[in-house]
């Protein structure tokens, strides 16, 4: 069964930056899509950008180009999120989760448990 | 504002049947894109509902149904439960000018009343 473990819960100071790991256990990571989708306090979700780590190249959501970087270590089968200079706005549950086959366009069947992230000064 | 528009909130009786869309357009489902559903309990991740507009992954339960038509799609549960009080998204995928993106509708809370 595939598992998606994040690290645990940050608080950031305005303009600093976070990074957010997810690692991955259970199935074949390299040629799965994974990709992070955050959540602020009583909103919907919000797809932040994914990769499939076997190409390596990531594909981010206009909104967060420039700030996000997603990274991963085929080595320890975890993906990487960093976010950077943050604001207030960025206060949220940030989830990894798991896409399809060499597919970056589909469901994802597997979640992380959420990371909050919250930026106070 | 959301790239795929669900009603923010419906509501039901136990037992009833109730319906959720998802409206696009002609960048993201009617460009034939297919079309999945989450539920999300409170402090919870979402879970894969409906996957490709009209697919069940194993463990959930027939109640729940997904059609796709044009440039919009729908959720539908039937026989209410009290349990079915979540949130509900619907995600497709956009390609446009301005590139290709994975898209979430706003997302609908379910009342069961």
């Known amino acids: 069964q595939v598992q998606l473990v994040q690290s645990g819960a940050e608080v950031k100071k305005p303009g600093s930056s976070v990074k957010v790991s997810c690692k991955a256990s259970?199935?074949?990571?390299?040629?799965?899509?994974i990709s992070w989708v955050r959540q602020a306090p009583g909103q919907g979700l919000e797809w932040m950008g994914g990769?499939?780590?076997?190409?390596?190249?990531?594909n981010y959501a206009q909104k967060f180009q420039g700030r996000v970087t997603i990274t991963t270590d085929e080595s320890t089968s975890t993906a990487y999120m960093e976010l950077s200079s943050l604001r207030s706005e960025d206060t949220a549950v940030y989830y990894c989760?798991?896409?399809?086959?060499?597919?970056?366009?589909?469901?994802?069947?597997?979640w992380g448990q959420g990371t909050l992230v919250t930026v106070s000064s | 504002q959301s790239v795929l528009t669900q009603p923010p909130s419906v509501s039901g009786a136990p037992g009833q049947r109730v319906t959720i869309s998802c409206t696009g357009s002609?960048?993201?489902?009617?460009?034939?894109?297919?079309v999945h559903w989450y539920q999300q309990l409170p402090g919870t991740a979402p879970k894969l509902l409906i996957y490709?507009?009209?697919n069940r992954p194993s463990g959930v339960p027939d109640r729940f149904s997904g059609s796709k038509s044009g440039t919009s799609a729908s959720l539908a549960i039937t026989g209410l439960q009290a349990e079915d009080e979540a949130d509900y998204y619907c995600?497709?995928?956009?390609?446009?000018?301005?590139?290709?993106?994975?898209?979430f509708g706003g997302g609908t809370k379910l009342t069961v009343l």
């Open positions: 989760a798991r896409g399809l086959h060499y597919d970056s366009s589909g469901y994802y069947r597997y």
């Open positions: 259970g199935g074949t990571f390299s040629s799965y899509a």
């Open positions: 990769i499939i780590p076997i190409f390596g190249t990531a």
């Open positions: 002609s960048s993201n489902i009617g460009a034939g894109y297919d």
């Open positions: 490709g507009n009209s």
């Open positions: 995600q497709s995928y956009d390609s446009s000018l301005s590139g290709s993106n994975v898209v």
